[in-house]
Nanobody
Framework: QVQLVESGGGLVQTGGSLRLSCVFS????????MAWFRQAPGMEREFVAA????????YLADSVKGRFTMSRDNVKNAVYLQIDSLLPEDTAVYYC???????????????????WGQGTQVIVSS
């Protein structure tokens, strides 16, 4: 059974940085497309970034381009989200998600991911 465990969240000041991690277990990691979503209080869950299985092409939401970087380590079975130049509007719970069958056109759709972590809280103070 696939399990995803996020870590790395915290309280940071505007302009600071964080590195979120998501460790995968219970399956063949290299076969999974992985993604990060976030959900702010009272808001819908929104796509942040995705990285495809195999070659690892990455996709970012327009709102985070230039500040967020997603990567994966197929040896450590983990994905990372490097967040720089944090803004108060980045405050949210960040979730890791995985899918073994997602297609390119559906990468930004939360409903297309079968596996989710418990989330890690990021709070950015102004």
């Amino acid at each position: 059974q696939v399990q995803l465990v996020e870590s790395g969240g915290g309280l940071v000041q505007t302009g600071g940085s964080l590195r979120l991690s998501c460790v995968f277990s219970g399956g063949t990691f290299s076969r999974y497309t992985m993604a990060w979503f976030r959900q702010a209080p009272g808001m819908e869950r929104e796509f942040v970034a995705a990285i495809r299985r195999g070659g690892g092409s990455t996709y970012l939401a327009d709102s985070v381009k230039g500040r967020f970087t997603m990567s994966r380590d197929n040896v450590k079975n983990a994905v990372y989200l490097q967040i720089d130049s944090l803004l108060p509007e980045d405050t949210a719970v960040y979730y890791c998600a995985g899918s073994s069958s997602i297609i390119l056109s559906s990468l930004r759709m939360a409903t297309q991911y079968q596996h989710w972590g418990q989330g890690t809280q990021v709070i950015v103070s102004s």
